[in-house]
């Protein structure tokens, strides 16, 4: 059991909005920075948002993110069939000093 | 072109050890926070260990502290991972990462396989 909890899974249609949570505590995301990750079987994971809400070059603005309090969203807007992934959260943990990473959220596009 | 291979993967027996490599190229290492994931079949990703930029300082995963060791050489852009008394649990695709202000790079990973 993770210590950040994420849905394990979500779904929508093309073109669609799906939000994916992150859940934490005062010791990680109350205090620092989430990221977001997207991992596709057999492929090498993916950042796609670093710092709570800072999108790397390269990705769309279809992705964002941001948080409030003890908890990270990541929001997909328009979604297509190509965005069926993994999607992991990650922050630092003050009180256990480890990265943590969610638990994974399964996106299907249906 | 950024590049990140690990090496040194394998399959080895309980109580047994191993030393993963990552070769860096494309990018300024030494300007990289480097880490080492992993994702055991049917698991999601689970941190193992990271080093700094000048590898002063390193942090652990509860479940491999006292039994890994991440290490990094600047003068050869390389990443290692010293894993011993290795368990069953460990058996996963190791991958290696480097991270610095956005910038985000990923190897293809190493498998690791411990068993009897």
């Known amino acids: 059991q993770s210590v950040l909890t994420q849905p394990p899974s979500v779904s929508a249609a093309p073109g669609q909005k799906v939000t994916i949570s992150c859940s934490g505590s005062?010791?990680?995301?109350?205090?620092?920075?989430v990221f977001w990750y997207q991992h596709l079987p057999g492929t090498a994971p993916k950042l796609l948002i670093y710092?709570?809400?800072k999108r790397p070059s390269g990705i769309p603005d279809r992705f964002s993110g941001s948080k409030s309090g003890t908890s990270g969203t990541l929001d997909i807007t328009g979604v297509q069939t190509g965005d069926e992934a993994e999607y992991y959260c990650?922050?630092?943990?003050?009180?256990?000093?480890?990265?943590?990473f969610g638990g994974g959220t399964k996106l299907t596009v249906l | 072109e950024v590049e990140l291979v690990e090496s040194g993967g394998g399959l080895v027996q309980p109580g047994g050890s191993l030393r993963l490599s990552c070769a860096a190229s494309?990018?300024?290492?030494?300007?990289?926070?480097m880490t080492w994931v992993r994702q055991a079949p049917g698991k999601g990703l689970e941190w193992v260990a990271n080093?700094?930029?000048?590898?002063?300082?390193?942090y652990y995963a509860v479940s491999v502290r006292g039994r890994f060791t991440i290490t990094r050489d600047n003068a050869k852009n390389s990443l290692y991972l010293q894993m011993n008394s290795l368990r069953v649990e460990d058996t996963a695709l190791y991958y290696c990462?480097?991270?610095?202000?956005?910038?985000?790079?990923w190897g293809q990973g190493t498998l690791v396989t411990v068993s009897s």
């Open positions: 990462q480097g991270y610095n202000s956005g910038q985000d790079y």
């Open positions: 005062s010791s990680n995301i109350g205090k620092y920075n």
């Open positions: 990650g922050t630092w943990d003050i009180r256990l000093s480890v990265w943590l």
């Open positions: 710092e709570t809400d």
């Open positions: 494309g990018f300024t290492f030494n300007e990289f926070y």
């Open positions: 080093v700094k930029e000048d590898g002063s300082e390193q």
